[in-house]
Structures are given as C-alpha cells and as structure tokens.
C-alpha cells in the first residue's frame, strides 16, 4: 500500500491549526493507520494508532480522523515544540510509511 | 521503564556486511516483536522488517530480501539486524523499535551505518 501525504511542508503561525493529509493506494484495512512525530536527532514517536486513538502522553490537541483511503492529523494550536515531520503508517503486514510532512513555524 | 538501546556508530565499506544490536529492558522481551526502520539522508522512514520476539519468525521488506537477516538472543534481551553486501544507498540512520499489535510503540535511539570507499 502505497501512501501520499500532503502538503510535503506546512508553515504556520502559533496557535493556527494545522491539517495534514495521508491518502492510500488502497483501503486499510481495519483501521491500521498510525501516525508518528519524527524531531530533528531524535527517534520517531507514535503520536496515533487505529486513525484515531492517541498514543500514551500526547496531548489532546493531536486529533486523527478518517477511514478507507484517506485520511487526517489535526494539531488545533500549534505550538513550538510541534515543528517535527509527521509521517502516516498503514501496519497491516508489511508496513509502509508516508513521504512525511514537515511542520514549520512561521 | 521501556529502553532500547542500540549499538554504536559504523563505517563500513562497499561489499561489507553490518550487524547492529538493540538491547531491550523494563518489558518481557519475549512477549513483543522488534521491528527495523531506516532513514537515508534528507529521505523519509522505511520499514526494512520485523522478528517475533517470542518465536523468531521474521517478515523483510521484499526490498532487501536476501540482504537482511534479523535475529534475537532472548538470553540477553537482545535483538540484532545484519546487512549485508552494503551499498553507498545503505548509509542511513537505522532505528529499532518494539512491536505491540504491529505498533511501534518504543524505539532506540538510532546507529549511523555509514558507508564509503
């Protein structure tokens, strides 16, 4: 399963809200679509599982939606510690990541 | 607390083969998966394979079938990833993360694998 994110960078200002789009090649399956938060010399960390669930310790401001092929990540007040590449997972059977979407702050 | 550690920095030249280690603690080893992930300079995430931590059944990325060979040392909490025959395009970062219901839930901190004549 091939996924596209969009759009490949996103600059805002603190506190706008940010919308990140994962679409896939073909429906995932019972929801297996994670989403991961990847900053600068670090390791990446699962931000979301099954489209809409958060990971232990992430802030509600991280919201997932969607199902079948397309899919979003919300972050609704952006903040500077947010800037970071974000990248969808499908985790079926083999799993394969989005191209990534890199946060800015304006 | 979950930690995963893994080895240290490698250089290694064209032809070569790698091995990088991924010592666990604070979870029953056995009881997850370890997965491998890699990122190129200036490229995104890509998953290369995972292994059982309770039985050793592996599952590669068709990619590098034939190149990687994941194993574990359950004595030591210990997963490992080998690849060999390295090119120029393996020089990547190389993460190993645990895998819970497929997700990767914690990761180390990554090893350098740089490769160049």
């Known amino acids: 399963i091939v996924l596209t994110q969009s759009p490949g960078t996103l600059s805002l200002s603190p506190g706008e809200r940010a919308t990140l789009s994962c679409r896939a090649s073909?429906?995932?399956?019972?929801?297996?679509l994670a989403w991961y938060q990847h900053k600068p010399g670090q390791a990446p960390r699962l931000l979301m599982y099954a489209v809409s669930n958060r990971a232990t310790g992430i802030p509600d401001r991280f919201s997932g939606s969607g199902s079948g092929t397309v899919f979003t990540l919300s972050i609704s007040r952006l903040e500077p510690e947010d800037v970071a590449v974000y990248y969808c997972?499908?985790?079926?059977?083999?799993?394969?990541f989005g191209q990534g979407t890199k946060v800015e702050i304006k | 607390q979950v930690q995963l550690v893994q080895s240290g920095a490698e250089v290694k030249k064209p032809g070569a083969s790698v091995k990088v280690s991924c010592k666990a603690s604070?979870?029953?080893?056995?009881?997850?998966?370890i997965t491998w992930v890699r990122q190129a300079p200036g490229q995104g995430l890509e998953w290369m394979g995972w292994i059982s931590g309770y039985n050793g059944n592996t599952n590669y990325a068709q990619k590098l079938q034939g190149r990687v060979t994941m194993t574990t040392d359950t004595s030591t909490s210990t997963g490992y990833m080998e690849l060999r025959s390295l090119r120029s395009d393996d020089t990547a970062v190389y993460y190993c993360?645990?895998?819970?219901?497929?997700?990767?839930?914690?990761w180390g901190q990554g090893t350098l694998v740089t490769v160049s004549s």
């Open positions: 604070g979870y029953t080893f056995r009881s997850y998966g």
């Open positions: 993360a645990r895998v819970d219901s497929n997700l990767f839930d914690y």
């Open positions: 073909q429906s995932v399956s019972s929801s297996y």
């Open positions: 997972q499908q985790y079926r059977n083999s799993p394969t």
